[in-house]
């Protein structure tokens, strides 16, 4: 198998485990997970979905753009260069004070902005394939 094969193989087999992962939730945090992963598509359809960490859905492009995480009463999207993100929607809850990361933490009931957090995806892409990054 070569390479490019392989990786393509890593990438189905991620995606599936990203599958099983917001069905086995079968709650809102498997549907909030979903739209997320969703969006995040819409907004850089040649984004690359892996599993880091043994579970941790993360999507990439030219490096890490966000994971998506889930606990009892949120599913958090951490932005591996969100410090350094533009954000003038103001969508980062979380993680406000490191010099590197931010997140957004969604609760039941919550409204995602679609548009907003798309812009945010955009962005982060924007960075990771820039010159100098």
């Known amino acids: ?77 951490t932005f591996a260069k969100g410090a350094s993100l533009a954000d003038p929607s103001g969508l980062f809850n979380s993680s406000l004070d490191g010099n590197t990361r931010r997140a957004i933490d969604f609760h039941q009931g919550d409204t995602i902005d679609e548009e907003a957090l798309k812009a945010l995806i955009r962005a982060a892409v924007a960075l990771n394939t820039s010159k100098g990054v």
């Open 1 to 77: 198998m070569t390479r490019m094969t392989s990786d393509a193989a890593d990438n189905a087999s991620a995606s599936q485990r990203i599958d099983a992962k917001i069905a086995a939730l079968g709650d809102w945090r498997g549907e909030t997970l979903a739209r997320i992963r969703k969006i995040i598509h819409q907004a850089d359809p040649e984004v690359i979905e892996t599993v880091k960490w043994g579970r941790v859905p993360v999507w990439e492009h030219a490096g890490i753009l966000t994971t998506g995480e889930t606990y009892k009463t949120a599913v958090k999207m």
